[in-house]
T-cell receptor
């Protein structure tokens, strides 16, 4: 039962353009969401997060949007740079659990072409 | 470097052998997690420690797997009688509030 889904395994964009990575979830108890970036042979690195009480959070070139009614969030990267090429994971915390474990999506591989 | 540290980075072992991985979390974090990632998938939760207490274990953690966190500091993950299906990246994370920081992982290859 995949509670966090990233339905696009890969995405390719041109340098300078916008990258939009999507994530859907099924569990209405999820109350905090994070995006992680992962390079090959390295651990995930935190990018940006959003609480379920907000619908937008922005940090520099990265913006995360949350649509609770649709159980959908997206990460926008503007402008995209070749160094952004990596695997991006969407992750969620279950607010009904006190363990603090993260539920991850399958990841989307972003390639930014120069 | 005050981040999460994992050792070794890579481990190749023969099927049936035992392996042990170590994780040193960020010192002020009392929560520590182990995850496993296979190709094409996101990290999957294995187990969780609050200080030295192991409070949750995933069904993914078979009886061949054991984890410890003596004194609430570093943690070890041991896999006994390794199988080829154990080949994966094993990730450790420690957290403060709701932000988890990951180590660089240990890549296990069982041949």
């Amino acid at each position: 039962d995949q509670q966090v889904k990233q339905n696009s395994p890969s995405l390719s964009v041109q340098e300078g353009r916008i990258s939009i990575l999507n994530c859907d979830y099924t569990n209405s108890m999820f109350d905090y969401f994070l995006w992680y970036k992962k390079y090959p042979a390295e651990g995930p690195t935190f990018l940006i997060s959003i609480s379920s009480i907000k619908d937008k959070n922005e940090d520099g070139r990265f913006t995360v949007f949350l649509n609770k009614s649709a159980k959908h969030l997206s990460l926008h990267i503007v402008p995209s740079q070749p160094g952004d090429s990596a695997v991006y994971f969407c992750a969620a915390y279950d607010g009904s659990s006190n363990t603090g474990k993260l539920i991850f999506g399958q990841g989307t591989t972003l390639q930014v072409k120069p | 470097d005050t981040g999460v540290s994992q050792n070794p980075r890579h481990k190749i072992t023969k099927r049936g052998q035992n392996v042990t991985f170590r994780c040193d979390p960020i010192s002020e974090h009392n929560r520590l997690y182990w995850y496993r990632q296979t190709l094409g998938q996101g990290p999957e939760f294995l187990t969780y420690f609050q200080n030295e207490a192991q409070l949750e274990k995933s069904r993914l953690l078979s009886d061949r797997f054991s984890a410890e966190r003596p004194k609430g500091s570093f943690s070890t993950l041991e896999i006994q009688r390794t199988e080829q299906g154990d080949s994966a990246m094993y990730l450790c994370a420690s957290s403060s509030a709701r932000l988890a920081f990951f180590g660089q992982g240990t890549r296990l290859t069982v041949v």
